[in-house]
């Protein structure tokens, strides 16, 4: 018998790079081409009820962001384990509980915000993109991919929150985080300039004029079809 | 895969008690920072009802915490106007959302007096709690009485889960500026108190006991009327003490 040792060859798979090129696709897909709210229209509620203002958007935005991507992973981790005719009230279950803890610390360290927002807050347990990212990706697929893929989803709600609260603060309130631009800019033209500000963007009309447009913007330009 | 039923029931019973516990233990964890939160919000409304909510807006925490021992007294007082200390009551402790279910005569009536800094005996305003029913949840608030016990010098108002743009808009500072300067007392010192009225946009500088409505909220209105009316009621022993202590006082 030739001792004939066969190589086996060994097949190491090189690990996947932190970032590697298919998760920053994760992340960076539903900025733009697969946009939560633009392309898939879900959590429209909140982007018009919430953007009146930069900073509780800026606060609903972070709150929202933790919520998703913290979501995504506990769902992650428990999938295998999941029963399948419950698990939507497993899933109802684990965002509430963590929707809770936001709403929790707001009320600790950020009471005026907690104040505004209020019931917004709360109602992240019926966002949309929370439940739509937890079926859709977390039930099947490892939990760090899934935390980075509702990490990119909550990325894509957030900026286009904000851009909405951006122009609405902006036209309607004459501010900016507070911070009061038309007056500022009224006293550089001297005394008799007065730049106005419209009364329909602190309305809820005013949120879907600016969300129209953005996304009007976004599909002229990536030229995206509903079919 | 299909589960057995027991499978389900264990998974789901295991769930709540984990998820359970954690929601008990960051609400007992994050208990102390939220108290003191609520106590700060419970000052900023009570000077709300004297200096302009853009002051109060620019102050740190700690501003407001230095400026209100600074500015404000208390005491508590009952429906006679007599002053209450036994039990350790301080008027800051007074829970007026849980007294309002007590008939009137047994609650406990915080006062809130406004000074000039670090001299309690000149006395700028009195500052009083109210409470009461809004269309949906509850509607609470603070009027200041300048020192004549008859002229309103500011009100705060806050709701629990009135409708945004309607009732809700007792927050606003241009809605609760229309309190300001009128009476509460007529020509021959009855109260009356201040009613908001139907309807929106007409003017009601001359009229001392009436305020312009908000458009759309009749019922919230309706609310703080009331709220005002038998607050204001509640604490009348205690304004024509102190009244009628001025009266002497300017003799």
Redesign the interface.
Known sequence: MSAETVEKAIEIKPAEGLLSKRRKRLITDPLIDENPITIQVLGICSSLAVTTQMKPTLVMAISVIFVVALSNFVISLMRNTIPGRVRIIVQLAVVATLVTIVSEILKAFAYDMYKELSVFIGLIITNCIVMGRLEAFAMGNKPYDSMLDGLGSALGYSWIILTVAFFRELWGSGSIFGIRVFDYVSKLFGDDFHLATNGLMVTPVGAFIILGLIVWVQRTKTGYVEH | ???SNT??IV??GV??II?GF??SG??QF?GP??AE??A??KKKQILGAVISAEEIGAMTPEQVNAFYSNNIASSVVDINGKEVTEGGVTAENVEIAKLYKKPAEERLYPVFIYHEEGNPDAVKSYIFPLYGAGLWDAIWGYVALNTDMNTIGGITLAHAGETP?LGARITEPGVQARYVGKKIFDENGELVAVAMKKGEGKDYSSKPHEVDGMSGATITANGVNNMLSSYLGHYSAYIKSKSSAQAVAGL
């Open positions: 895969m299909q589960q499978y389900i998974y789901s769930l709540t998820l954690l929601l960051s609400a994050l920072w939220q939160s609520i700060l919000d743009g």
